[in-house]
Protein backbone atom coordinates (compact mmCIF):
# COMPACT_ATOMS: atom_id res chain seq x y z
CA UNK A 1 0.00 0.00 0.00
CA UNK A 2 1.53 3.25 -1.06
CA UNK A 3 2.17 5.56 2.39
CA UNK A 4 -0.26 8.70 2.67
CA UNK A 5 0.62 11.87 0.96
CA UNK A 6 -0.18 15.60 1.52
CA UNK A 7 -2.17 17.00 -1.05
CA UNK A 8 -0.95 20.17 -3.00
CA UNK A 9 -3.27 23.31 -2.48
CA UNK A 10 -6.23 23.94 -4.88
CA UNK A 11 -4.48 27.55 -4.71
CA UNK A 12 -1.66 30.03 -4.85
CA UNK A 13 -0.60 30.53 -0.43
CA UNK A 14 -1.95 33.97 -1.17
CA UNK A 15 -4.98 33.83 -2.94
CA UNK A 16 -6.67 33.99 0.82
CA UNK A 17 -5.21 37.23 1.75
CA UNK A 18 -6.23 39.44 3.42
CA UNK A 19 -8.34 37.27 5.50
CA UNK A 20 -5.66 34.75 5.67
CA UNK A 21 -1.99 35.61 4.93
CA UNK A 22 0.13 33.40 2.33
CA UNK A 23 3.44 32.98 4.78
CA UNK A 24 0.71 31.62 7.54
CA UNK A 25 -0.89 29.56 4.94
CA UNK A 26 2.47 27.85 4.01
CA UNK A 27 3.56 27.51 6.98
CA UNK A 28 0.40 25.51 7.99
CA UNK A 29 0.44 23.08 4.70
CA UNK A 30 3.37 22.84 4.26
CA UNK A 31 4.91 21.96 7.78
CA UNK A 32 1.55 21.33 9.95
CA UNK A 33 -0.02 19.44 7.88
CA UNK A 34 3.22 17.73 6.73
CA UNK A 35 3.89 16.24 9.88
CA UNK A 36 0.38 14.62 10.60
CA UNK A 37 1.15 13.11 7.22
CA UNK A 38 4.29 11.86 8.44
CA UNK A 39 3.11 11.30 11.71
CA UNK A 40 0.69 8.69 10.02
CA UNK A 41 2.68 6.69 7.98
CA UNK A 42 5.35 6.41 10.80
CA UNK A 43 3.01 5.26 13.13
CA UNK A 44 2.02 2.59 10.60
CA UNK A 45 5.22 1.04 9.98
CA UNK A 46 5.69 1.30 14.04
CA UNK A 47 2.18 -1.05 13.99
CA UNK A 48 3.49 -3.10 10.98
CA UNK A 49 6.77 -3.79 13.14
CA UNK A 50 5.19 -4.81 16.27
CA UNK A 51 2.71 -6.89 14.68
CA UNK A 52 5.87 -8.61 12.71
CA UNK A 53 7.58 -8.85 16.03
CA UNK A 54 4.74 -10.48 17.63
CA UNK A 55 4.88 -7.38 20.32
CA UNK A 56 2.41 -5.38 21.00
CA UNK A 57 3.18 -3.82 24.25
CA UNK A 58 3.26 -0.48 22.79
CA UNK A 59 -0.45 -1.15 20.87
CA UNK A 60 -1.80 2.02 23.26
CA UNK A 61 0.17 4.40 22.26
CA UNK A 62 0.21 3.83 18.55
CA UNK A 63 -3.48 3.77 18.54
CA UNK A 64 -3.72 6.97 20.31
CA UNK A 65 -0.61 8.33 18.01
CA UNK A 66 -2.23 6.84 14.87
CA UNK A 67 -5.60 8.62 15.58
CA UNK A 68 -4.07 12.13 16.45
CA UNK A 69 -2.16 12.42 12.87
CA UNK A 70 -5.00 10.56 10.64
CA UNK A 71 -7.82 12.98 12.25
CA UNK A 72 -5.13 15.73 11.53
CA UNK A 73 -4.40 14.59 8.20
CA UNK A 74 -7.97 14.43 7.42
CA UNK A 75 -9.26 17.35 8.83
CA UNK A 76 -6.51 19.58 7.20
CA UNK A 77 -6.99 17.75 3.81
CA UNK A 78 -11.01 19.02 4.29
CA UNK A 79 -10.04 22.26 5.57
CA UNK A 80 -7.93 23.53 2.43
CA UNK A 81 -11.09 22.18 0.46
CA UNK A 82 -13.58 24.11 2.36
CA UNK A 83 -11.50 27.55 1.88
CA UNK A 84 -11.17 29.50 -1.88
CA UNK A 85 -10.73 32.44 -2.88
CA UNK A 86 -13.64 32.80 -4.38
CA UNK A 87 -15.77 32.10 -1.34
CA UNK A 88 -17.56 33.78 1.22
CA UNK A 89 -21.11 33.64 0.06
CA UNK A 90 -23.88 32.26 2.18
CA UNK A 91 -25.47 29.19 0.84
CA UNK A 92 -28.35 28.50 -0.88
CA UNK A 93 -30.82 25.30 -1.84
CA UNK A 94 -30.46 22.16 -0.12
CA UNK A 95 -27.85 23.09 2.25
CA UNK A 96 -29.79 26.32 3.28
CA UNK A 97 -32.84 24.95 3.80
CA UNK A 98 -31.20 22.61 5.80
CA UNK A 99 -29.30 24.88 7.64
CA UNK A 100 -32.27 26.51 8.31
CA UNK A 101 -34.00 23.65 9.43
CA UNK A 102 -31.37 22.38 11.87
CA UNK A 103 -30.39 25.37 13.33
CA UNK A 104 -33.06 27.80 13.22
CA UNK A 105 -31.44 29.97 10.20
CA UNK A 106 -27.91 30.21 8.50
CA UNK A 107 -27.45 33.14 11.10
CA UNK A 108 -27.96 30.92 14.12
CA UNK A 109 -25.95 28.27 12.72
CA UNK A 110 -22.95 30.38 11.77
CA UNK A 111 -23.34 31.88 15.17
CA UNK A 112 -23.12 28.60 16.86
CA UNK A 113 -19.63 27.51 14.62
CA UNK A 114 -18.03 30.63 15.31
CA UNK A 115 -18.88 30.15 18.95
CA UNK A 116 -17.57 26.60 18.84
CA UNK A 117 -14.31 27.55 16.82
CA UNK A 118 -13.91 30.34 19.04
CA UNK A 119 -13.99 28.74 22.64
CA UNK A 120 -12.43 25.43 22.14
CA UNK A 121 -10.26 24.76 24.99
CA UNK A 122 -6.91 24.00 24.23
CA UNK A 123 -6.29 22.94 20.59
CA UNK A 124 -9.30 22.12 18.22
CA UNK A 125 -12.08 22.33 15.54
CA UNK A 126 -15.57 23.68 14.87
CA UNK A 127 -16.86 21.56 12.65
CA UNK A 128 -20.52 21.01 10.65
CA UNK A 129 -21.36 17.42 10.15
CA UNK A 130 -23.84 15.11 8.73
CA UNK A 131 -25.08 12.49 11.40
CA UNK A 132 -26.47 9.54 9.54
CA UNK A 133 -28.61 7.81 11.74
CA UNK A 134 -31.24 10.59 12.89
CA UNK A 135 -30.27 11.96 9.74
CA UNK A 136 -29.39 15.70 10.95
CA UNK A 137 -26.71 18.08 11.11
CA UNK A 138 -24.78 19.00 13.92
CA UNK A 139 -21.84 21.04 15.15
CA UNK A 140 -19.21 19.76 17.17
CA UNK A 141 -16.69 20.88 19.24
CA UNK A 142 -13.69 18.69 18.68
CA UNK A 143 -10.56 18.46 21.14
CA UNK A 144 -7.35 18.13 19.47
CA UNK A 145 -8.62 16.46 16.23
CA UNK A 146 -10.19 13.35 17.07
CA UNK A 147 -11.69 13.66 20.52
CA UNK A 148 -15.35 14.68 21.52
CA UNK A 149 -17.64 13.75 18.01
CA UNK A 150 -20.26 11.75 17.74
CA UNK A 151 -19.29 8.17 16.01
CA UNK A 152 -20.58 8.30 12.13
CA UNK A 153 -20.35 11.71 11.74
CA UNK A 154 -19.41 13.03 8.56
CA UNK A 155 -17.48 16.26 9.01
CA UNK A 156 -18.65 18.65 5.96
CA UNK A 157 -16.83 21.90 7.17
CA UNK A 158 -14.42 22.03 9.32
CA UNK A 159 -12.68 25.50 11.14
CA UNK A 160 -9.10 24.84 12.47
CA UNK A 161 -8.92 26.76 15.89
CA UNK A 162 -5.33 25.74 16.43
CA UNK A 163 -2.96 28.31 17.94
CA UNK A 164 -1.03 27.55 14.38
CA UNK A 165 -3.65 28.09 12.37
CA UNK A 166 -3.83 31.87 13.33
CA UNK A 167 -1.11 33.23 15.86
CA UNK A 168 1.56 34.04 13.00
CA UNK A 169 -0.90 36.92 11.66
CA UNK A 170 -3.51 37.35 14.75
CA UNK A 171 -1.59 36.44 17.88
CA UNK A 172 -4.11 36.22 20.28
CA UNK A 173 -7.21 37.08 18.69
CA UNK A 174 -8.36 34.02 17.99
CA UNK A 175 -12.24 35.41 17.62
CA UNK A 176 -10.66 38.13 15.01
CA UNK A 177 -9.43 34.88 12.95
CA UNK A 178 -12.85 33.12 13.14
CA UNK A 179 -14.88 36.00 11.94
CA UNK A 180 -11.95 36.32 9.12
CA UNK A 181 -12.00 32.77 7.61
CA UNK A 182 -15.74 33.01 6.77
CA UNK A 183 -15.09 35.08 4.14
CA UNK A 184 -12.83 32.53 2.28
CA UNK A 185 -15.11 29.20 3.41
CA UNK A 186 -16.88 27.99 0.05
CA UNK A 187 -20.33 26.62 0.38
CA UNK A 188 -20.27 25.16 -3.48
CA UNK A 189 -17.85 22.70 -1.64
CA UNK A 190 -19.64 21.99 1.52
CA UNK A 191 -22.76 22.05 -0.50
CA UNK A 192 -21.26 19.28 -2.65
CA UNK A 193 -20.61 17.28 0.13
CA UNK A 194 -24.24 17.92 1.74
CA UNK A 195 -25.43 16.35 -0.90
CA UNK A 196 -22.99 13.02 -1.23
CA UNK A 197 -23.93 12.89 2.53
CA UNK A 198 -27.31 12.81 2.81
CA UNK A 199 -27.04 10.68 -0.27
CA UNK A 200 -25.29 8.10 1.20
CA UNK A 201 -22.45 8.44 -1.38
CA UNK A 202 -18.74 7.97 0.96
CA UNK A 203 -17.38 11.41 1.62
CA UNK A 204 -13.82 11.84 0.88
CA UNK A 205 -12.10 14.78 2.89
MN1 LIG B 1 -3.96 23.16 11.56
Not at 75 to 85: C, D, E, G, I
Not at 160 to 169: F, G, I, P, S, V
Amino acid sequence: MKPYELPPLDYDYAALEPHYSARMLELHHDKHHKAYVDGVNTTLEKLASARAGDDLSAIVGLEKTLAFNLSGHVLHTLFWKNLSPHGGDRPDGDLAAALDENFGSFDAFKNQLTQSAATVQGSGWGALSWEPLGERLFIEQIYDHQGNVGQGGVPLLVIDAWEHAYYLQYENRRPDYVKAIWNVIDFTDVARRFADATRGVLVKP
